[in-house]
């Protein structure tokens, strides 16, 4: 498979996961029905979807290195930093039946989402409007620019784009965990 190929589908799956998740807390927030459903699942199935995502990420972002071959940089590594503890904590989690995984995914989620933002920005503002910004980690050194991109999926999609993609979708998924949990304490 190709780096384009193998880089299509995983825009493809994370930009359908976060569309899915979006919906899903819209349904919340306006539809009794689908508040009933969302809270019938329990909290290691939740938590066990994002160990899913977790480890699937990992894996993603190993197969990019190692696989095609494509340089990591530093906003990037920054990210990963965020990225590996959940793929380690959720299963753990799971495995010893803790109650409180939600929040450690989702404290990590909300600092790997916030790189993922800020890179993202600069790859926007590059290859989509066209506009040439410089970050401190663009001048040479040891690591690839910041501002480069090995792949450039319908436009738009990048790396940091689907490091959005995977951290929005772990911190609504550790939500609708604290909701279940909430509801099941209350009950």
Known sequence: MT?????????????????????????????????????????????????????????????????????????????????????????????????????????LSGFGLWYALYHYYYHFQRFVLGNTLTLPCSYGGLMPACTDSPILIFGFATIPFLGIMVFGSMLMLSGLAFVVLRKNRAA
């Open 3 to 107: 780096l384009e190929a193998f880089s299509t589908l995983l825009v493809l799956g994370s930009v359908g996961l976060f569309a899915t998740l979006a919906i899903a807390w819209i349904g919340y927030l306006v539809s009794p029905k689908i508040r009933a459903h969302l809270l019938s699942h329990s909290y290691e199935r939740y938590l066990a979807a994002i160990a899913a995502i977790g480890i699937a990420s990992v894996v993603g972002t190993l197969i990019f290195q190692l696989a095609y071959e494509t340089p990591v940089c530093e906003l990037c590594w920054w990210q990963r930093i965020f990225l590996y503890p959940i793929a380690v904590i959720a299963p753990v989690a799971l495995w010893y039946k803790t109650r409180e995984a939600h929040v450690t995914v989702a404290i």
